[in-house]
């Protein structure tokens, strides 16, 4: 992938306006990988005083959103399995990495894990299954 390309899928992918909303960072983003935190705030808290799964959903979701949409291809998610292990709070900082699994003709499987920053505990883990479309936003090099 050259250069020019891989700046542009970045961009497009940094442009996330939900992201942008809670205070996540995309910090890596390569073919088939991301990286993403978040730092918890009070208003990600639930009513025992725990991350909202709602917001450990959305970290997840974001690293593998970023991830199968690395190659610059429109990919949607077809399926989203997560299991909660580890309770955080407010400060906590969250790491979500994305990876790709297998990828056989459209549908790709990613595995994503959301630790615990400090700690490196596991407080996450999903496989989940995403549709590449055949639009693409950033085209492929090979393709006139």
């Known amino acids: 992938m050259n250069k020019?390309?891989?700046?542009k899928i970045n961009e497009y992918i940094q442009r996330d306006p939900f992201a942008r909303f809670l205070g996540a960072?995309?910090?890596?983003?390569?073919?088939?990988?991301?990286?993403?935190?978040?730092?918890?705030?009070d208003d990600m808290i639930n009513f025992h005083g725990f991350t909202h799964g709602g917001?450990?959903?959305?970290?997840?979701?974001?690293?593998?959103?970023?991830?199968?949409?690395?190659?610059?291809?429109?990919?949607v998610a077809l399926n989203v399995g997560i299991n909660f292990l580890k309770a955080t709070t407010s400060g906590d900082l969250l790491?979500?990495?994305?990876e790709e699994q297998s990828a056989t003709g459209p549908i790709v499987l990613y595995d994503i894990t959301i630790r615990d920053g400090r700690t490196g505990e596991l407080v996450a883990k999903s496989q989940d299954l995403v549709y590449r479309k055949k639009e693409w936003f950033v085209?492929?090099?090979n393709i006139s």
């Open 4 to 7: 020019d390309r891989k700046q």
């Open 25 to 41: 960072n995309i910090e890596i983003l390569k073919p088939g990988h991301s990286r993403v935190t978040l730092t918890i705030t």
């Open 55 to 75: 917001v450990i959903f959305a970290i997840g979701d974001m690293a593998f959103a970023a991830a199968s949409n690395s190659h610059g291809q429109m990919a």
């Open 95 to 98: 790491i979500a990495e994305a």
């Open 139 to 141: 085209v492929e090099d």
